[in-house]
């Protein structure tokens, strides 16, 4: 089945600790996304990527950090810079970028939840 | 600053009943997304509308575009208890898939 997994569901992070969430999808998709959503809020952009090793901030990208080597993989780093973490952390998809191709919907993985202890 | 209002924020409604939630936004889109997120659980989507005018319906749910007036509206019909979950708009400004999301409006169906 075509899809995006995110993994891992559940984190825990530990004050002064960087950590990696995964992010991979086998649509074909050009494009990705991460979001960071707060509790009773909307989603707000964090980083997103139109293309293999290229990438740009979005809204809220301090204390973070992402990479794209591979098309269908697009993690994201929560580093210590970040001071406010917990959230639901959700990673995006979709098939075009701009609007030359027509549009699509962004797909949403499951998310990840992160905690910071 | 670029801003997507939902109105209402929270709305608990009697099964069988017809209700609208309003998106307004702040600067031109030709595109506008709807989204639902059952509690704890990631987005799904719903709609697509790409140019004014544009309506489209699944099942109890219509949702509607008027670029002019820069506010979609999403439309229930006979409301039912699996309607029940919070609902975003999204809105595409700058034409780059870079989405603004609405608060979300949070639907409670009750019998």
């Known amino acids: 089945d075509g899809g995006i997994t995110q993994s891992p569901k559940y984190l825990f992070r530990k004050e002064g600790q960087n950590v990696t969430l995964s992010c991979e999808q086998n649509l074909n998709h050009d494009a990705m996304y991460w979001y960071r959503q707060d509790p009773g809020q909307g989603l707000r952009l964090i980083y997103y990527?139109?293309?293999?090793?290229?990438?740009q901030k979005g809204d809220i990208a301090e204390g973070y950090s992402v990479s794209r080597e591979k098309k269908e993989s697009f993690p994201l780093t929560v580093t210590s810079a970040q001071k406010n973490p917990t959230a639901f952390y959700l990673c995006?998809?979709?098939?075009?970028?701009?609007?030359?191709?027509?549009?699509?919907?962004?797909?949403f993985g499951p998310g990840t939840r992160l905690t910071v202890l | 600053e670029l801003k997507v209002e939902q109105n209402p924020l929270f709305l608990s409604m009697q099964e069988g009943k017809n209700y609208t939630i309003y998106c307004n936004y702040s600067?031109?889109?030709?595109?506008l997304y709807w989204y639902r997120q059952d509690p704890g659980k990631s987005l799904e989507s719903l709609f697509v509308l790409l140019s004014n005018g544009a309506v489209k319906q699944e099942g109890r749910l219509m949702a509607s575009l008027d670029t002019k007036a820069r506010l979609s509206t999403l439309h229930i019909t006979a409301a039912v208890h699996d309607l029940s979950a919070t609902y975003f708009c999204a809105v595409d400004p700058s034409n780059t898939d870079k989405l603004i999301f609405g608060t979300g409006t949070r639907l409670q169906v009750f019998p």
């Open positions: 990527s139109q293309i293999v090793n290229d990438f």
């Open positions: 995006a998809s979709s098939r075009t970028s701009g609007r030359a191709l027509g549009t699509d919907t962004q797909y």
């Open positions: 600067t031109t889109s030709d595109r």
